[in-house]
C-alpha cells in the first residue's frame, strides 16, 4: 500500500460580529481582518496568519464551502476527520458547529447539519455503495464521560481507548443507526438538550462541557455491484473479476465543540459554576499542552502529554494522529475580550505546526484484493510489453534478413546457371570439333586413346545433364 502523506492540522479564525449586548454597552472592535492574506490583526499591531479568516460577515455556508466540504469528501475516502471549535466563552463555537437550537433559520445551520445533508446527497448519488451512518454523541463534564444519547448509561461504562491503528474509539456509548438526515437531526438536538449549559455573564447560554458527536460512515460493496460496468467492457481483454470479495470502508467523522475557555473574574462564576471553570480550564491547559509539544520540534520527539486529560486522550487521533483535523478558533471581536482573543490566536497559531498522517480505514481483504489487483496489472503490462517487442522485433527483422538472403542464393544461382551454359555451350563446340578431328586420322596412338577417353567422358556428362 502507498505510504500515507503528512498533512498539517488546518486552522481557521472565525469572528463573530459584535452582540447586542456588546454594542449597547459600547463595545469597541479591536480586529481587523486581510482576508486574502489570510491575516488577522489584534488591536493595533498584533499580526497573524491563518489558513483561513472569516469575518464579521462570513456566513454558515461560506464557512462550510470553504473549509468543511473537503473533509467530507476525505470521509467517502475512508479517512477519518476532526473538527474541534475552540475559543472563549461566548465566541461563537455553538453557533459555529451547529450544535446548539435548531429552531433558527435554515442559512444558520452550521457545520453539523450541513455536512449531513451533503453526506446523505452524496449517498444517494452512489446507488452501488451499501452506506451505514451510525451517530454517537457525548460529552465530557467535570472530566466526567456522559452518554448523551443514552442517560441511563452510567459514567463508569463509558471508556476512551485506542484500537490496533490508533484509533480513538469510546466503548460504552451508545451509537445510533439513522436512515435519514431527519434521524440525525433528531439524535442531534436530542442529544444537545441533555448537554450540561448555564448562564454565565458573558453567554446567557454557556457550554459547561466538551460535546463530541461522532458520525461513523460505513461504505460496504462488492465486484459485482461497482465493476459490473468495467467488466462488460472488458470482456474481450479477458480481465477477471472476483465477485465474492467484498469490500469495506469507514470514515469517522468527530465534531468537537469545546466548552469555552473563561476567566472566573469576568464570568462572575462562584460555587458550582467556578467549579466547572476550574474543570474546563484544566482540560483546556492539557489540550494546549499537547497542542505546544506536537506544535514545537524540540519537544516532539518526547513524550506528548494525552493522558492528562479526558478531552486530549479523545482528541489524540485528531492531533498528531491518523486523522485530517480542522481546528476553528473563535474569537470576539470586542476589546473588552483582547486578552482573551491574543490567548486563543496564540494557541490556534502553535497548532498550525500540528502534522498528522492520515490513513484509509479498510478491511484487510479490501486491502488483499488491491494487492492482487495491482500485480494482475503489473503482469498484465509485461506480457503486453512482451507482445509487443516480438511484433516489432520478430517479423520486421527476421523475414527481411530471410529475404535477402534467399535474394543474394538466387542472384548466385542466376549467376551459376549462366556461367554453367556458357561452359556447356563451348563444351559442346569442342564436342563437335574433336569428332571431326578424330574422324581425320591424323593424331598418333596415344592422342587418339586420350582423345576417345575426353570424347567417352563429355557423352558421360551429357547423358547426365539430360
Ligand atoms: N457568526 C455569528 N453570527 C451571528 N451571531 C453569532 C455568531 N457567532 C456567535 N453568535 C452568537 O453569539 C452568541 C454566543 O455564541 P455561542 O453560544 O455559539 O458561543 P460559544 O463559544 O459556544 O460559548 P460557550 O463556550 O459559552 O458555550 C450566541 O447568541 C450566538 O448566536
Request: aromatic share 6%.
Amino acid at each position: 500500500m502507498a505510504e500515507s502523506q503528512e498533512t498539517n492540522v488546518r486552522v481557521a479564525v472565525r469572528v463573530r460580529p459584535l452582540l447586542p449586548k456588546e454594542k449597547l454597552e459600547g463595545d469597541e472592535m479591536c480586529v481587523r481582518l486581510n482576508t486574502n492574506a489570510a491575516q488577522l490583526i489584534l488591536g493595533k499591531d498584533r499580526g497573524f496568519t491563518f489558513d483561513d479568516v472569516f469575518g464579521t460577515k462570513t456566513t454558515q455556508v461560506e464557512l462550510y464551502d470553504t473549509c468543511v466540504q473537503s473533509l467530507v469528501n476525505k470521509i467517502f475516502q475512508g479517512y477519518n476527520a476532526t473538527i474541534f471549535a475552540y475559543g472563549q466563552t461566548g465566541s461563537g463555537k455553538t453557533y459555529t458547529m451547529g450544535s446548539g437550537n435548531m429552531s433558527i433559520m435554515e442559512e444558520e445551520y452550521g457545520i453539523i447539519p450541513r455536512a449531513l445533508q451533503v453526506m446523505f446527497d452524496i449517498m444517494k448519488t452512489k446507488t452501488n455503495v451499501d452506506f451505514s451512518i451510525k451517530v454517537s454523541y457525548i460529552e465530557i463534564y467535570k472530566e466526567e464521560l456522559q452518554d448523551l444519547l443514552d442517560m441511563q448509561t452510567p459514567i463508569k461504562e463509558l471508556h476512551v481507548r485506542e484500537d490496533d491503528k490508533g484509533n480513538t474509539v469510546i466503548v460504552g456509548a451508545r451509537e445510533v443507526e439513522c436512515e435519514s438526515l431527519d434521524d440525525v437531526m433528531s439524535s442531534l438536538e436530542s442529544g444537545s438538550a441533555m448537554r450540561h449549559t448555564g448562564s454565565t455573564q458573558m453567554n446567557e447560554h454557556s457550554s459547561r462541557s466538551h460535546s463530541i458527536f461522532t458520525v461513523v460512515v460505513g461504505q460496504k460493496w462488492t465486484e459485482d455491484d461497482v465493476l459490473a460496468s468495467k467488466r462488460k467492457q472488458s470482456e474481450s481483454s479477458n480481465d477477471i473479476f472476483d465477485d465474492e470479495i467484498s469490500h469495506y470502508m469507514s470514515g469517522k467523522f468527530h465534531f468537537v465543540d469545546l466548552a469555552g475557555s473563561e476567566r472566573a473574574h469576568r464570568t462572575g462564576n462562584v460555587g458550582d459554576r467556578f467549579k466547572e471553570s476550574v474543570h474546563i480550564n484544566s482540560g483546556l491547559l492539557a489540550l494546549g499542552n499537547v497542542i505546544s509539544a506536537l506544535g514545537d520540534p524540540k519537544k516532539k520527539a518526547q513524550h506528548i502529554p494525552y493522558r492528562e486529560s479526558k478531552i486530549t486522550r479523545l482528541l489524540k487521533d485528531s492531533l498528531g494522529g491518523n486523522a485530517n483535523t480542522l481546528m476553528i478558533c473563535c474569537i470576539s471581536p470586542s476589546l473588552s475580550s483582547f486578552d482573551e482573543s491574543l490567548n486563543a490566536l496564540k494557541y490556534a497559531n502553535r497548532a498550525r505546526n500540528i502534522k498528522n498522517k492520515p490513513i484509509v480505514n479498510r478491511d484487510v481483504q479490501s486491502i488483499r484484493f488491491q494487492e492482487m489487483q495491482s500485480e494482475i496489472k503489473a503482469l498484465r503490462e509485461e506480457l503486453a510489453r512482451q507482445r509487443t517487442s516480438m511484433l516489432s522485433a520478430g517479423p520486421r527483422d527476421k523475414p527481411s534478413e530471410q529475404a535477402e538472403q534467399v535474394k543474394e542464393l538466387e542472384n548466385k544461382v542466376i549467376k551459376l546457371q549462366t556461367e554453367c551454359a556458357h561452359y556447356k555451350m563451348i563444351a559442346e563446340e569442342a564436342y563437335k570439333q574433336l569428332i571431326q578431328i578424330q574422324e581425320k586420322d591424323m593424331l598418333s596412338r596415344s592422342q587418339n586413346v586420350r582423345l576417345k577417353d575426353w570424347l567417352d567422358l563429355m557423352e558421360e556428362v551429357f547423358s547426365h545433364a539430360v
